[in-house]
T-cell receptor, first 114, second 113 residues
Framework: GAVVSQHPSRVICKSGTSVKIECRSL??????MFWYRQFPKKSLMLMAT?????????EQGVEKDKFLINHASLTLSTLTVTSAHPEDSSFYIC??????????FGPGTRLTVL | GNSVTQMEGPVTLSEEAFLTINCTYT??????LFWYVQYPGEGLQLLLK?????DKGSNKGFEATYRKETTSFHLEKGSVQVSDSAVYFC????????????FGKGTTLSVSS
């Protein structure tokens, strides 16, 4: 299947700093990428849908000014957690959609905010 | 809105036991249904899917049948192995092109030898 990578796999930061997470589709072009957040023992919560060259569409309750999403190319989307706080600590997973409308997932990024 | 409910885990089984993980959904129209698996330290992988009523998805000995009358997509395997230990997610996607997957809460399966 298609490969999606995320970087970094783990990040620890101080409260108040910003963290950028990259999501790349390695062997296909993805016009649409999705960002999910996974809480301990809970499901993946869809945060936003990212379309190349346009603004992301955020799900209800997700702060767009806090979670900045950029989809500058057909193989790269970034999620920036601005002014991170301990409650933002979580596992963030991206997913990229192929031209055949299949969805492939990255391995996730563990964010810990101290 | 659309939602997925799956049985709470963890599910603990001995090798070669029969596995059922229940999944029901709420959706308008005719969604596609999926089971994803997340092995320790790895990303989500598609296990199987079904796109219309009465379809049966199967892969690696796992099966699930799309039951519209009961809005269910239960996952089954006749004989589990230790290597099947993972978290299993039931998911749906509406039939609108480009929409995201909506997931259940996940069920942890632990198989011992």
């Amino acid at each position: 299947g298609a490969v999606v990578s995320q970087h970094p796999s783990r990040v620890i930061c101080k409260s108040g700093t910003s963290v950028k997470i990259e999501c790349r589709s390695l062997d296909f072009q993805a016009t649409t990428m999705f960002w999910y957040r996974q809480f301990p023992k809970k499901s993946l919560m869809l945060m936003a849908t990212s379309n190349e060259g346009s603004k992301a569409t955020y799900e209800q309750g997700v702060e767009k000014d806090k979670f900045l999403i950029n989809h500058a190319s057909l193989t790269l989307s970034t999620l920036t957690v601005t002014s991170a706080h301990p409650e933002d600590s979580s596992f963030y997973i991206c997913s990229a959609r192929t031209g055949k409308d299949e969805q492939f997932f990255g391995p996730g990024t563990r964010l810990t905010v101290l | 809105g659309n939602s997925v409910t799956q049985m709470e885990g963890p599910v603990t089984l001995s090798e070669e036991a029969f596995l059922t993980i229940n999944c029901t959904y709420t959706a308008t129209g005719y969604p596609s249904l999926f089971w994803y698996v997340q092995y320790p330290g790895e990303g989500l992988q598609l296990l199987l899917k079904a796109t219309k009523a009465d379809d049966k998805g199967s892969n690696k000995g796992f099966e699930a049948t799309y039951r519209k009358e009961t809005t269910s997509f239960h996952l089954e395997k006749g004989s589990v192995q230790v290597s099947d230990s993972a978290v299993y997610f039931c998911a749906l996607r509406s039939n609108q092109a480009g929409t995201a997957l909506i997931f259940g809460k996940g069920t942890t399966l632990s198989v011992s030898s």
